[in-house]
């Protein structure tokens, strides 16, 4: 039987890809619901390739606009039923053919569908490492009950997942996150005001949407997946270590009670993971050649830099205050990384913003749903706010 998808967020990078994924396999998996946002003519064409029952939109205006390039082309894409904003992504989400819900959507936009996914009782393949950021608990606790099970698609999450395999949980000793360092691994502290958006941009070994490569950029992304790790797997604080690898060859590493250290490697493609959490746990040929270690001769391990990449402690600060807080963190950066890509704020004000919205922030322990999106409004109003006092 094939495996049913419904792709959230297909017009990304892991949507792009996931798509490339499913096209190498037609006999494995098929598509019923596609998600974008304002990329219409992508979307136009993954439809006509994929041919889903139902494709989500940002607004009505982009409806209509899909609904017109359809129209113009044969059969089938023009059976597909289209749907847009936050109600649609909802439906998508829950679409009654489902078996597995890709999650790629970028931000703070995908933890609701991702929960409603996960209430339907839907297995979600999980790029959105903000859903886990946010609301961990929550989802964590929701997917347990429900028997449903999440499958990182985030590269160190599924070299992690791949590593625990097969062994014993409480044999673990420590998750070793690796980082790339992002591009500014070696620059000089004080040329990081003058970093701009396209210099940012340029990731030296993944290719991502705009939003994550700043997030490597500033090592933000880290930081969110040491969270991301702790709701994922069960661990503390303390049980994590962030690696910088820069050449992106070992994808996340798991040392046990024996110091045995088990690492999951690969080429740096996303197609690797996003197979993974496609087929498990079955491995599947996606076109990835073996890593010809002769070639690359060696790989180097060193200590991230925290004055240099501040946001990895705002980020470790936020988890052990725990609450509210990471929540407070997401939508900070989010509001802060936006700004800098805007030419409005500069590379270095991304972490200070997020550190002062940080301490103007009382945080919720055991938040409910609402008591997180309450919060994710309050420090997007406060970070922009902030944001206009800079620009003032
Ligand atoms: P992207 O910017 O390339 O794509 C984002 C997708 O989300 C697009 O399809 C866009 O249409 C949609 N979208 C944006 N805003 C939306 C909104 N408000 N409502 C509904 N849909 C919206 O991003 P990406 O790089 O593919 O990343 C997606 C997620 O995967 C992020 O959470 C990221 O952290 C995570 N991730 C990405 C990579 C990577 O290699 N790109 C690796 C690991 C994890
Ligand atoms: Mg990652």
Redesign the pocket.
């Known amino acids: 039987m094939k495996k049913r998808l419904a792709i ?10 996931a798509l490339e994924v499913v096209g190498m396999h037609p006999d494995r998996f098929s598509v019923v619901a596609l ?5 219409i003519d992508l ?1 136009a064409r993954q439809i006509e390739r994929f041919a889903p029952e139902m494709a ?1 939109v ?1 607004d009505a205006a982009g409806a209509a606009a899909l609904k017109d390039r359809l129209a113009v082309v044969p059969m089938p894409g023009n059976l597909t039923r289209i749907l847009y904003g ?1 109600k649609g ?1 909802i439906e998508a989400a829950l679409h009654p053919e489902a078996d597995i819900v890709v ?5 703070a ?2 933890l609701m ?1 991702t929960l409603a996914a996960i209430s339907a009782g839907k297995d979600i393949a999980l ?5 886990l950021v946010m609301a961990g608990d929550i989802v964590m606790k929701r997917a347990k009950a429900k028997g449903v099970a999440i499958l990182p ?3 160190e999450h599924s070299a992690i997942f791949q590593c625990l395999s097969g062994n014993r949980r409480q044999d673990l000793k420590r998750i070793l996150l690796t980082a790339s360092g992002g591009p500014f691994l070696t620059r000089n502290n004080a040329s990081f005001d003058s970093i701009t958006p396209a210099d940012a941009l340029v990731h030296p070994t ?8 700043i ?1 490597s950029a500033t090592l933000m ?1 880290k930081g ?1 997946e040491v969270i991301e790790a702790m709701h994922l797997f069960g661990v503390g604080l303390s049980e994590i270590e962030v690696v910088i690898h820069p050449e992106s060859i070992v994808h996340s590493m798991v040392a046990f009670t024996d110091g045995a250290v088990i690492a999951q490697m690969g080429v740096p493609d ?1 197609k690797g ?1 996003i197979a993974y959490a496609l087929s498990f746990p079955e491995r599947i040929d996606v076109g990835l050649a073996i890593v010809d270690f002769a070639k690359i001769a060696s790989l180097t391990f060193e200590k991230p830099d925290l004055e240099r990449f501040p946001a990895l402690t705002l980020a470790r600060n936020a988890a052990r205050s725990g609450g509210t807080a990471p929540c407070v963190l997401n939508a900070a950066n989010e509001v802060a990384v936006d700004a800098f890509l805007r030419g409005v704020v500069s590379f270095t004000s991304i972490p200070a913003l997020i550190e002062k919205t940080l301490e103007a922030h009382n945080p919720l322990p055991a938040p409910d749903i609402d008591a997180i999106m309450d919060a994710d409004l309050w420090a997007r109003n406060h970070t922009a706010s902030l944001v206009r006092h800079l620009r003032g």
Do not use: F, H, Q
């Open positions: 959230l967020g297909s017009t990304g990078s892991i949507g792009r890809n998600t974008g946002c304002m990329n979307l989500v940002r936050k992504y999650s790629a959507i970028v931000g936009a995908g569908p790029a959105n490492k903000e859903t698609v985030d590269s993944w290719n991502m949407g705009e939003k994550i490569s997030d992304n969110l996303m993971a």
